[in-house]
């Protein structure tokens, strides 16, 4: 199978990249950035574009064919600092993407989409924040209801630990956090179709289960 996957310059993309790379029933990965990739492989297609609101007609219909994406273009930066930016990465990014890609699907497709832990009730201020998220998702879900074969799930990690935080830290860190190779982990098993039924919204527990 031939996965599509954004963000691959990032600290979870990365990950997401090397694991879908070594999975053998992979094909071929087709990345869409905006910076070069300082990663080589014959299963590898870079695709460097400037603006992830616009897809040409020609990249849609090559990828047509994939079966899955990974979705990780976002991050905590100075995005997330400005919201209109952050409403320009978060949404129009991924609404754009799947809308104009939806219409020339032929077979089933998963739309794995990294999102963040929505705050508690408490967290007022927070939770408007993470509005755009929860439109994206609200989006994708609705996107979906007119295309069956598309499937989109909402990877929503709470904190993202490096492997540098070692085994106790992410022990520690468990009620909040999961281990980036273990999100890159659940990501591709999800996307490829190695897990039967997962969840729609996977939350902490759910990655840290798919990743075991
Ligand atoms: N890291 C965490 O602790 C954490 C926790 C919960 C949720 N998340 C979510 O997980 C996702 C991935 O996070 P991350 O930590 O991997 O972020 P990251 O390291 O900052 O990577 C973000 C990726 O998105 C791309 N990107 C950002 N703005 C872009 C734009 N305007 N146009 C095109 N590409 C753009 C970046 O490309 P460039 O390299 O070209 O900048 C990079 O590949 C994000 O949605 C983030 O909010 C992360």
């Not at 087709?30 to 870079?46: A, E, F, G, I, N």
């Not at 574009?49 to 899955?68: P, S, T």
Request: hydrophobic content about 45%; charged content about 25%.
């Amino acid at each position: 199978m031939r996965v599509v996957l954004t963000g691959a310059t990032g600290f979870v993309g990365s990950r997401v990249l090397r694991r879908l790379l070594a999975e053998a029933g992979v094909t071929g990965v087709t990345c869409l950035t905006r910076r070069p990739l300082d990663v080589r492989s014959d299963k590898l297609t870079v695709v460097q574009m400037d603006d992830f609101a616009h897809y040409e007609d020609a990249l849609l219909d090559r990828l047509a064919g994939h079966r899955a994406c990974v979705w990780t273009v976002g991050g905590s930066g100075s995005a997330a600092k400005d919201p209109v930016e952050y409403e320009r990465v978060t949404h129009t990014f991924t609404l754009a993407f799947a809308r104009a890609l939806v219409p020339r699907l032929t077979g089933e497709f998963t739309f794995c989409h990294v999102s963040a832990r929505r705050p508690g009730p408490g967290a007022a201020a927070r939770r408007a924040a993470r509005a755009p998220r929860d439109r994206t998702e609200r989006d994708l879900t609705a996107l979906a209801r007119g295309h069956e074969g598309f499937v989109p799930y909402a990877f929503r990690p709470g904190g993202v630990l490096s492997e540098r935080a070692g085994a106790a830290g992410r022990l520690l860190l468990a009620p909040f956090a999961v281990g980036a190779g273990e999100l890159a982990t659940a990501l591709v098993r999800v996307a490829c179709g190695d897990v039967p039924s997962p969840p729609l919204v996977l939350r902490n527990g759910d990655i840290r289960r798919l990743a075991r």
